[in-house]
């Protein structure tokens, strides 16, 4: 089998995870996954993996250069990994298999998400990727026009969600009126 990215190396079978075999590219470094190893992996896995909080801080190669699937030959499609890991992942709709550049595969076991590759192409999980990338981006726009204030802004947010009486303190914080002394 040919790698997707160099196109001239074969991929040779390495233990990419215990009792999981993938098609490793020496030259790249590249992972393929084969649907049915995989598939027959997670059965004997039996149970999710709990995710890690903290974002694996590896050398990640997210290469965006089209790819043709190594097994089936149709076209990989990029897919947003997300969970704190900013790359994508190729994956072919056609047999399933799925294409890790060099690093990506060892992020995703690092976060263990490695147990829900293929959630990752699914509706709901690029979705939430897409929520997740729409929440950061309105927090960047509230401390570029905050500035300074920002932190403090933070801070008393996460103050008031636990509050009973949010709503009267939020009235009282609307008021235009000065305080009394």
């Not at 049915?36 to 590896?58: H, I, K, M, N, S």
């Not at 060099?102 to 959630?119: Q, S, T, V, Y």
Request: glycine content about 6%; aromatic content about 8%; charged content about 20%.
């Amino acid at each position: 089998m040919q790698c997707p990215l160099c196109k001239k190396h074969t991929m040779a079978l390495v233990e990419v995870a215990q009792d999981l075999t993938g098609s490793v590219c020496s030259a790249c470094s590249g992972v393929w996954l084969d649907r049915a190893r995989y598939d027959a992996w997670r059965v004997r896995l039996r149970g999710d993996l709990p995710e890690t909080a903290t974002p694996a801080q590896l050398d990640v190669s997210d290469n965006h250069k089209a790819k043709l699937c190594p097994q089936c030959g149709h076209m990989l499609l990029p897919y947003r990994v997300g969970h704190g890991l900013s790359f994508s992942i190729d994956y072919c709709g056609a047999c399933g298999g799925v294409w890790c550049d060099r690093g990506e595969w060892d992020a995703i076991k690092a976060k263990n998400l490695h147990d829900n590759l293929h959630d990752i192409v699914s509706q709901n999980w690029q979705a939430a990727v897409r929520q997740s990338d729409v929440q950061a981006s309105i927090e960047q726009s509230y401390a570029r026009h905050l500035g300074p204030n920002y932190a403090k802004a933070r801070e008393l947010k996460s103050w008031l969600h636990g509050q009973s009486q949010k709503a009267l303190i939020l009235a009282y914080l609307a008021d235009p009126k000065p305080a009394a002394p």
